[in-house]
């Protein structure tokens, strides 16, 4: 073949190169810049799109798409009744799988998800409209599967040279995250609202009359409706006891709580006569079973007392009425009660009734206690037993007179049964002790609902001061506080709290708002929500910066009026700190990651460049040699024809270390999509590229695994373990024979390459795999020595392990794991 002429060749090249760089020189300056979308818009070819080659695109088109890559914010512009897409690199991170494909893809085609949605709004752009839409909720599919996103976008219409609108900007802000986070938040606080009036509905409910009174003159500050109803309905919450009760206030019950609060002791009364006004406007007799509890603070101070009572009216006029008629019926029975026996001087039963005979089973007239503790004895509440100069009775005959003691009875086959008593001497007309009386009751059903109700007081009570939560009450236009449990004392460092002022008792709070929200609360009975508020305040002597989620609740009268707020804290300081923390972290990994990202595409670009100015000299000292075979072959000598084969050897062999060195390079920074790989068609494709020769015999294993890997890579690794092993096998070994198996090894699969080879020795087991080592001359084995090192360096950087089993003159197998 004769060569062309140099001046034709030259002439046709700079043609070539003119047309070059002016369509370079367009695309530059329609995307001089743009970073990863930028430099892809520079590579793609435009004529195989609508849009047709850049140097033919509008001046209006042009501007357009220099505005998306230039912008911070994510935007797309759609261009012509294609919608073709150009976006930048913002806007690449909504496209997720969807990239690079969606380059210059009908925005149709790119988005059939959302078309329904966008296909009504496209159209009012075109005839001139600006549409805004704000945390609209977009089925979007850019992985593959269809997600709610939320979206914040603007739509705009671009005009071109004519005036008619040619294409559309949009600026699209993916508020997923804040979205969702709101949503959950208003579920969270939802449920703690609903938490809260379930709480409060328990203690509403509690069967006995329940009131709390504070301060040192015993102010209302909780009353059930159980205890609301036994003062005849009146409104006591915020009033004092003389003043909302002003009748019982001669009665001594002012002094008792007076006792109760300066001693710290309850006061128990049973059957006490309370004389109250309940709602006709006279005074009725009200017989109560009730306690006075002392409530202390977590330093031990009485804070407050409350009141615990059950109503026993019934009881207690049923008890007189028998006692009356016990009295009309024997003179010598005065002192009646439910059960009534009589005993001579003796200390010999004389008189019994049947309620009597209820109690004591198998007593009976003639007989005494003392000879009934054999069959039904009397013991102490200790359960010791009464010896027989301690029984009421026997004790009443001495003259003791014994008032409302309580005992147990044990009756044979029966349950055993809580008495109250009294025994007491009779005397005659004389004076003198003619016998003496006992009158009991049985008090058990009494007594067991006495400790039901000590129960739910103190469980209710208990509800109260473990909430998990901190809960303060404050009352009136001044926010009085009257009641705050001790997670919302523990909140405030533990500072006093009852009966001062919000602003009293939080002096450090002033300036930052918060009374004020007390007041607009308080004016409007609407609740505050506060989330993550930051707040200064000062607890255990230093002030500090916290973070709290909080409800301002107001409290509604009956009269639909507001009277006090209630405030319900939770401290998240910790968990916004780790929060801003963590964002902090996330952005330093963020700056990383596109530092990593920029620093990855200039190696690329560098190694692209630095390969192709390697082998141009490569290839013009390749020309030469052929030249000069084609002119002088006849007249070399066979050394020089061996020379020049050497010379073109070397060079095909340098050609093939640039490639080499520019596939390790790459091997673990450039990353495709991972998609499923038949590895056995895969292994088939790669022995027929190969075209071993015939006499090698391969083996697969049948059956190989799908795996999810990137084509390319994978194929490489195939590749140069199977061309080594068919290499040195063929050119060692008259038969020569290759074998490909694999394993399951749980969350991966091991695949073996097995030759009869030559074998390598133990010590050069490490070194193979590193760039540019050989083991035999390159002039006697073809090889640049970077196959292994880029198998190694593909496998590992996808999460698998390499290695090989081999002993010298017996062959090798060389493992590598990929995961599924």
């Given at each position: ?5 140099s001046?034709l ?5 700079d043609?070539?190169?003119?047309g ?15 970073g990863?979308?930028?430099?892809l818009?520079?590579?793609k070819?435009w004529?195989a799109?609508p849009?047709?080659p850049v ?7 042009k501007t357009?798409?220099?505005?998306v ?9 759609l261009?012509?009744?294609e ?10 991170l909504l496209m ?6 969606g380059?210059g ?7 059939p998800?959302?078309?329904?949605i ?16 704000e ?14 996103h ?5 739509y705009?219409?671009?005009r ?18 804040e ?8 579920r969270?606080?939802?449920e ?6 379930r ?6 409910q509690?069967p006995?009359?329940?009131a ?6 015993h ?13 005849g ?24 709580l007076?006792?109760v ?6 006061f128990?009364?049973?059957?006490a ?14 017989y109560?079973?009730?306690v ?11 804070f ?24 009309e019926?024997?003179?010598m029975?005065?002192?009646?009660a439910?059960?009534?026996?009589t ?13 009597a ?7 009976c007239t003639?007989?005494t ?9 009397l013991e ?11 029984i009421?009775?026997a004790?009443?005959?001495r ?14 086959g029966?349950p055993?049964?809580?008495i ?11 004076g ?5 009386v006992?009158?009991?009751r ?10 039901q109700?000590?129960?739910?007081r ?9 909430a ?8 009136g236009p ?7 449990n ?6 405030a ?8 002022t919000?602003?009293?008792?939080f ?8 009374f004020?929200l ?19 305040v ?6 500090e ?6 409800v301002y609740q107001?409290?509604?009268g ?11 804290a ?5 968990m ?9 972290r ?5 700056r ?11 190696l ?19 020309s ?7 002119d ?8 020089s024809?061996e020379h ?7 060079v ?10 520019l ?8 990353r495709?999509e991972?998609?499923?790989?038949d ?5 088939k ?5 190969m ?29 140069n373990?199977?061309?080594n092993?068919?290499k ?19 969350d ?13 020795a133990p010590?050069?087991h490490?070194?193979i ?17 970077i ?5 190694k ?9 390499v ?11 060389f ?6």
């Amino acid at each position: 073949m004769s060569r062309p002429s140099s001046k034709l060749l030259s002439r046709a090249g700079d043609d070539v190169a003119a047309g070059g760089a002016r369509r370079a020189a367009t695309v530059d300056s329609v995307f001089p810049a743009g970073g990863e979308l930028g430099a892809l818009c520079r590579a793609k070819d435009w004529s195989a799109t609508p849009l047709g080659p850049v140097e033919r695109w509008p001046q209006s088109l042009k501007t357009a798409v220099s505005i998306v890559l230039s912008s911070r914010f994510p935007m797309i512009v759609l261009w012509g009744p294609e919608l073709i897409q150009i976006y930048n690199d913002d806007y690449r991170l909504l496209m997720g799988a969807k990239h690079p494909a969606g380059l210059g893809q009908g925005n149709r085609e790119c988005w059939p998800e959302v078309w329904h949605i966008n296909e009504g709004i496209y159209p009012r752009i075109f005839g001139g409209e600006t549409v805004f839409f704000e945390e609209t909720m977009y089925p979007l599919a850019p992985h593959g599967q269809v997600e709610e996103h939320y979206l914040t976008l603007c739509y705009n219409p671009v005009r071109d040279e004519s005036g008619a609108v040619g294409g559309i900007f949009v600026s699209v802000f993916d508020v997923t995250q804040e979205v969702r986070a709101r949503i959950e938040r208003d579920r969270a606080l939802a449920e703690a609202k609903a938490e809260r009036e379930r709480l409060y509905e328990v203690f509403m409910q509690v069967p006995a009359s329940i009131a709390v009174l504070e301060g040192p003159e015993h102010t209302f500050t909780v009353a059930n409706p159980r205890y609301i109803a036994l003062v005849g309905g009146r409104d006591v919450l915020g009033k004092p006891l003389r003043a909302a009760l002003p009748e019982v206030a001669g009665q001594g019950f002012a002094e008792v709580l007076d006792a109760v609060r300066s001693t710290g002791k309850p006061f128990v009364a049973h059957d006490a006569l309370v004389k109250i006004d309940r709602g006709g406007g006279a005074l009725e007799a009200v017989y109560l079973d009730f306690v006075y509890q002392p409530l202390t603070d977590a330093r031990g101070g009485v804070f407050g007392i409350m009141a615990h009572a059950v109503e026993t009216t019934e009881q207690v006029l049923a008890r007189q009425r028998v006692e009356a008629l016990a009295a009309e019926r024997a003179a010598m029975l005065g002192q009646i009660a439910d059960a009534v026996v009589t005993f001579d001087s003796e200390g010999r039963v004389s008189f019994l009734n049947e309620m009597a005979r209820t109690l004591h089973p198998g007593l009976c007239t003639g007989s005494t206690l003392a000879e009934q503790q054999e069959t039904t004895p009397l013991e102490r509440l200790d359960g010791t037993p009464y010896p027989p100069d301690a029984i009421p009775s026997a004790r009443a005959r001495r003259g003791e007179r014994v008032i409302d003691e309580e005992w147990i009875v044990r009756p044979p086959g029966a349950p055993p049964r809580r008495i109250q008593g009294s025994a007491v001497p009779v005397h005659g007309e004389d004076g003198g002790q003619i016998g003496t009386v006992l009158t009991a009751r049985d008090i058990t059903d009494q007594h067991h609902l006495k400790r039901q109700l000590e129960i739910e007081r103190n469980r209710l009570n208990e509800v109260f001061l473990q909430a998990p939560a901190a809960i303060m009450v404050a009352r009136g236009p001044t926010h009085v506080i009257e009641a705050a449990n001790p997670l919302y004392q523990v909140m405030a460092g533990n500072r006093p709290l009852v009966g001062k002022t919000v602003p009293e008792a939080f002096p450090d709070l002033a300036g930052q708002g918060l009374f004020e929200l007390y007041d607009q609360v308080l004016a409007t009975r609407e609740a505050y929500v506060g989330n993550e508020m930051p707040v200064r305040v000062e607890r255990f002597g230093r002030t500090e910066e916290g973070y709290f989620n909080f409800v301002y609740q107001p409290l509604i009268g009956e009269d639909g009026a507001a009277f006090g707020v209630m405030t319900h804290a939770i401290e998240v300081t910790d968990m916004v700190r780790a929060r801003q923390q963590a964002e902090q972290r996330a952005a330093e990994l963020s700056r990383l990651t596109q530092a990593l990202e920029q620093s990855n595409r200039e190696l690329d670009r560098f190694a692209y460049v630095t390969s192709h100015d390697l082998k141009a000299p490569l290839r013009g000292i390749a020309s030469l040699a052929q030249w000069i075979q084609e002119d002088v072959g006849d007249q070399l000598s066979p050394a020089s024809h061996e020379h020049v084969r050497l010379l073109l050897g070397r060079v095909h062999r340098m050609e093939a270390l640039i490639d080499g060195i520019l596939a390790y390079s790459r091997a673990g920074r450039v990353r495709e999509e991972a998609v499923p790989v038949d590895t056995a068609a895969m292994v088939k494709d790669v022995l027929d590229l190969m075209a071993p020769p015939p006499h090698v015999v391969i083996e697969v294993q049948p059956g190989l695994p799908t795996v999810r890997a990137e084509r390319v890579p994978l194929q490489q690794v195939f590749m140069n373990l199977l061309g080594n092993a068919i290499k040195f096998t063929a050119l060692t070994r008259v038969e020569p024979r290759v074998q490909l198996s694999f394993r399951d090894v749980g969350d991966a699969y091991e695949f073996a390459v097995e030759d009869n080879g030559p074998g390598i020795a133990p010590e050069y087991h490490d070194r193979i795999w590193g760039i540019f080592q050989t083991l035999e001359a390159r002039d006697k084995v073809e090889g640049a020595g970077i196959g292994l090192s880029v198998v190694k360096k593909i496998v590992e950087t996808r999460g698998g392990r390499v290695r090989v089993d081999s002993i010298l003159d017996q062959g090798a197998t060389f493992r590598f794991t990929w995961p599924k």
